[in-house]
């Protein structure tokens, strides 16, 4: 049976390609029916289908189910959803500013990709079918072309051809903060510019500063990021990291050599970045395991190789050690490679404190003579520690969970047996803060309520931009008050489960005053408020300003306090101390933003805040249907952050959230 099956991209790496392969082999495979049906659940609400099959959930769904239950083997074939060709269109947008074309075309592009995006998925097959894309308001001859083309085909000839024609030097230099189309164009026929060392040459040299519309600042500022560029290069988002690491260790776990295998390191700790990836293995056979590991299709280069460690790069650029070790090592190891250096240090003093040497080897007694690896080799390890509970238990703790092991007094806490439950994935009931093809969303109103719903979530608190973010095409009154009315009318509609909160992400302007005017601001279910203009202020006029936006009492929430793009840039410079304590007087929310280059409040800060009173919201931020999901990202941090469901509003119930948001407001 062939389906025509795509997944929508969680982030703009190639996400769909690995997503789909994982979905494939455990369709395949029949004799995982179980993890097959996670994974499906997992994958399912990223993907469309169509071809052949209408592209609704539930016609997909019922074929899933027919699938699985005569355990069929099922023929993915990737196909494009409009999603990726509005992504597409973009791009040649892009590329045709950074060749200098006629604006009007680079502009009908990027208007084309909006127009697509506004269509729901359901509309555009049956136009590309019928030949009818041309009576859609907004796309032109060319576009219609180019659309059906991509639809039909997955490939569209001309946007091949332009990519080859440009210099992948050019393309690589839009990915300096501050460096657009316009200015790469500039560097590449003024200086002869066409690759980032060649910039930061001509930087270095003073030749940038030269040229019209550049000047010195920017000329510093473009040294900055390629310099942030190179030390942000050798870390990777958690996201990224998770998704090369999760198909390598699901492929891992089916080998029948190994008992057992784990990712451990700053990805088993839900860090917010990653550097190496660390795998280990419970293995008394370790050729077969290290054979497959070094023929995997993301491995690109094979650094070294030993009998029991392998070490490999990735095609993502991702570095990579896979340890071997037999079955009754493997708990030693797997804690000694989680933890962080603090945390183990601890544990190791802990552990010599009771006369016990602690190692990757085992638990070995301290005193004697040899190496903690040649007593463990001779002594074999104790028997009765064959699961990290154990293991803390036998040094007096309660087990401490891998997101907690930093060093930062859990050891103490584990000791006094009052570490907190925290909070699960399982414990969130909806999500606020998500954006919309009104602004700068991917998907529309619809569409994003029924991925929540696929998502099982009680309810999704949208909130599009306001009118200050021209950029993002924010929403004016009158946009905003008839998407309430919508947003009223899909409720009463029946036609979803998961409730819809009306809200708006509101630009604090520069002197704290918010975008909207009070009478506005009262019409709807909640407030967001955010920065996202002029970070350049002093630290304590960034504060004041916060501030006095949370002292307007229709504001619900927070956003993103500092601004930070993981990897990107820094956040602004502002007191988060200040801001926190400002939040709890005036009972306002606090975001944990998680998007995953976000992660802003950072988890360093939660512990003591939510201590204090601090109530904390996880919101995806998403801004395309599958980005609902990084609320589950953000449950990782709020962990990190030790938080408790308690502490986290958006596990209450629809019944408790509403209450609450009523109470808000009187
Ligand atoms: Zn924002
Ligand atoms: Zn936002």
């Not at 072309?145 to 051809?161: G, N, P, V």
């Not at 999760?246 to 190994?258: F, N, T």
């Not at 295998?261 to 293995?283: N, P, Y």
């Not at 947003?487 to 909207?516: K, Y």
Request: charged fraction near 25%.
């Amino acid at each position: 049976m062939g389906v025509g099956f795509h997944t929508d991209a969680l982030a703009p790496r190639g996400l769909s390609l690995r997503l789909a392969s994982i979905i494939a082999e455990a369709l395949a495979d029949e004799s995982a029916r179980q993890d097959s049906a996670n994974t499906f659940q997992f994958a399912f609400t990223h993907s469309v289908i169509r071809g052949r099959l209408p592209r609704s959930d539930r016609a997909a769904s019922v074929l899933f189910e027919r699938a699985f239950a005569s355990r069929q083997k099922i023929v993915l074939l990737l196909i494009m959803t409009k999603a990726d060709i509005a992504t597409v269109l973009t791009d040649i947008g892009t590329l045709l500013e950074l060749k200098g074309e006629n604006p009007f075309k680079i502009r009908a592009y990027q208007a084309g990709a909006r127009v697509l995006e506004s269509l729901p998925e359901e509309e555009l097959t049956q136009r590309v079918a019928a030949g009818t894309l041309g009576e859609v308001k907004g796309l032109g001859e060319a576009l219609v072309q180019k659309i059906t083309e991509l639809s039909q085909t997955d490939r569209l000839e001309f946007y091949e051809k332009l990519k080859a024609s440009i210099p992948p030097g050019l393309v690589e230099m839009l990915g300096i903060p501050g460096v657009g189309p316009k200015k790469v164009k500039a560097l590449h026929e003024q200086l002869g510019i066409d690759s980032i060392a060649a910039l930061q040459q001509a930087c270095l040299a003073g030749n940038v500063a030269t040229l019209a519309g550049f000047g010195e600042k920017t000329q510093d500022k473009i040294l900055e990021g390629i310099r942030n560029r190179e030390a942000y290069s050798k870390r990777h988002l958690w996201l990224e990291a998770w998704e090369v690491a999760e198909p390598i260790l699901a492929g891992l776990r089916k080998l029948p050599e190994v008992a057992q295998a784990e990712a451990c390191g700053s990805l088993r700790r839900k860090m917010e970045t990653v550097g190496d990836l660390d795998f280990l293995v419970a293995t008394n056979t370790p050729g077969p395991v290290i054979e497959w590991f070094v023929k995997h299709p993301s491995v690109k280069e094979v650094t070294a190789q030993g009998e029991t460690k392998v070490s490999i790069r990735t095609e993502d650029g991702i570095q990579a050690d896979l340890r071997l070790v037999p079955p009754e090592q493997f708990v030693f190891a797997l804690h000694h490679f989680t933890g962080s250096k603090d945390h183990n240090v601890q544990m190791r003093h802990r552990a010599l404190q009771r006369g016990l040497s602690m190692s990757e080897w085992g638990l070995v007694p301290a005193e004697g003579e040899g190496t903690a690896k040649e007593k463990a080799e001779k002594l074999g390890p104790p028997h009765d520690i064959t699961t990290e509970a154990q293991l803390f238990q036998k040094l007096g703790l309660a087990y401490i969970p891998p997101e907690l092991r930093e060093g930062l007094g859990e050891i103490e806490i584990a000791e006094s047996g009052t570490l907190p439950r925290l909070l699960e994935v399982e414990d969130i009931r909806g999500v606020f803060h998500n954006h919309t093809t009104e602004s700068d969303g991917h998907n529309t109103l619809t569409e994003m309520t029924g991925a929540a719903q696929a998502l099982g979530l009680a309810y999704l608190g949208i909130a599009d931009h306001s009118k200050s973010s021209v950029q993002a095409r924010g929403l004016d009154e009158a946009r905003l008050l008839k998407q309430v009315k919508e947003i009223r009318a899909l409720n009463e509609s029946g036609a979803f489960h998961t409730h819809v909160f009306s809200g708006i992400e509101c630009d604090i302007l520069p002197d704290g005053q918010l975008d909207f005017a009070d009478e506005v601001l009262a019409q709807l279910d909640y407030v967001v408020v955010s920065v996202h203009s002029v970070f350049k202020q002093s630290r304590d006029d960034m504060t004041q300003r916060i501030i006095r936006a949370l002292e307007n009492p229709h504001v619900t929430m927070l956003g993103h306090l500092t601004g930070r793009l993981l990897l990107e840039r820094e956040g602004y410079g502002v007191d988060t101390e200040k801001i926190i304590d400002a939040a709890i007087a005036n009972r306002v929310i606090l975001e944990l933003n998680a998007n995953p280059y976000r992660l802003d409040l950072d988890w360093r800060h939660w512990r003591q805040a939510a201590a204090k009173g601090l109530l904390c919201s996880i919101n995806p931020d998403a801004h395309r249907m599958a980005q609902l999901e990084f609320f589950k990202i953000g449950v990782g941090i709020a962990r990190k952050g030790w938080l408790t469901k308690e502490q986290v509003v958006t596990t209450y119930t629809l019944e408790q959230m509403k209450q609450y948001l009523a109470a808000k407001r009187r």
